[in-house]
């Protein structure tokens, strides 16, 4: 990922999180051989010769492509991953940034930045930290070692590993689920899970959660009850 796919990511993302119309999205690389395997490292130590990087760190803000997915905390629509083939450094921290990863059996994930000098800035550090248990995300920081798809999915990383021939069939039927629930539930959802999973219990039922507010008041709140006692399909608005 050079400067300029950044760039042209950010409106993608931003398209994506204005259209009312678009409810969920899926991530996938191109090809066979990657999901993504990161940073343009050659860009990188060219512009660092040149004097015109600047030092790496955490976070892209001031960077092209800002606010880019690993740093979109507001964006409460479903992202589902599908992973064929390394997902590597940047890669693998797009992958933590999304709500549900399907995997191929080929899949390989690491975050190898220390090996490099680096730290994986992108929220590798961070949220690999959150989403496994410590000494296990240490042991894969610390040392850049690669995990396969199998393992990924005995941490919990993975929702779901296929065959590769299978990848796009299981994707497809993960988004029809999605897309089977309310939008505005599944906003909710995200939004309140994600503002509250380090709070006291207590305190996360306290909260008001700006998507739940919309959800509690939304025609979709009437006919999801409706639409069960009819015994019927609910049509969802979005509003």
């Not at 860009?43 to 760190?57: D, L, M, Q």
């Not at 021939?165 to 029809?176: G, M, R, S």
Request: hydrophobic letters at 45%; glycine letters at 8%; charged letters at 25%.
């Amino acid at each position: 990922m050079d400067l300029r796919m950044h760039e042209e990511l950010a409106e993608v993302w931003d398209d994506f999180q204005a259209d009312d119309d678009l409810w969920v999205a899926v991530l996938s690389g191109a090809g066979t051989r990657s999901f993504s395997v990161g940073q343009d490292l050659k860009e990188a130590a060219r512009r660092n010769s040149e004097g015109t990087a600047g030092p790496a760190t955490f976070g892209s803000r001031g960077k092209p492509g800002w606010p880019r997915l690993t740093e979109r905390f507001d964006l409460a629509k479903p992202v589902v991953a599908k992973v064929r083939g390394f997902a590597m450094g940047g890669g693998f921290e797009l992958a933590l940034a999304c709500d549900i990863i399907i995997a191929s059996e080929d899949a390989v994930f690491a975050l190898p930045e220390a090996r490099l000098g680096l730290v994986a800035g992108a929220g590798g550090v961070f949220r690999l930290s959150r989403q496994l248990p410590w000494k296990t995300a240490m042991g894969y920081l610390l040392t850049g070692r690669s995990m396969d798809a199998q393992r990924a999915y005995e941490l919990g990383l993975v929702n779901e590993v296929v065959a590769a021939d299978d990848l796009d069939a299981c994707t497809d039927q993960w988004v029809a689920d999605i897309l089977r629930c309310a939008p505005l539930s599944v906003r909710a959802v995200k939004e309140a899970a994600t503002a509250s999973a380090h709070l006291p219990l207590e305190t996360a039922f306290a909260m008001r959660y700006p998507w739940e507010e919309r959800r509690m008041h939304s025609r979709d709140a009437v006919e999801g009850p409706r639409a069960f006692a009819e015994k019927r399909a609910p049509e969802w608005e979005g509003r």
